[in-house]
Nanobody, 120 residues
Framework: QVQLVESGGGLVQAGGSLRLSCAAS????????MGWYRQAAGKQRELVAR???????NYADSVKGRFTISRDNVKNMLYLQMDSLKPEDTAVYYC??????????????WGQGTQVTVSF
């Protein structure tokens, strides 16, 4: 099992910045791709950014050029630097990781989420 704990959310004005962190603990060997997802009120959860264990990242079009995802494989940490925040970025942000089990299958794990609110 893998436990994920997010931190760093909060209230910020439009144009501001926040840095989200996600700490992974438990069975952290063989962690694969990690990512950030978000869910706004009344909407479906959507991908924000993902990063492979080798450091290759991809982003949703809506955050390209404003958000940066990174990870520290030694500390088992995932980060999301969010700049030039917009009110439409308001959502609960979730940390996700895939882990390859001994059966070589990929298993999904989720954090509890952290609220990001961007005011006008």
């Amino acid at each position: 099992q893998v436990q994920l704990v997010e931190s760093g959310g909060g209230l910020v004005q439009a144009g501001g910045s926040l840095r989200l962190s996600c700490a992974a603990s438990g069975s952290t060997s063989r962690l694969d791709t990690m990512g950030w997802y978000r869910q706004a009120a009344g909407k479906q959860r959507e991908l924000v950014a993902r990063i492979t264990s080798g450091g290759s990242a991809n982003y949703a079009d809506s955050v390209k050029g404003r958000f940066t995802i990174s990870r520290d494989n030694v500390k088992n940490m995932l980060y999301l630097q969010m700049d030039s925040l917009k009110p439409e970025d308001t959502a609960v942000y979730y940390c996700n990781t895939e882990r390859r089990g001994r059966d070589l299958r990929l298993y999904d794990y989720w954090g509890q989420g952290t609220q990001v609110t961007v005011s006008f």
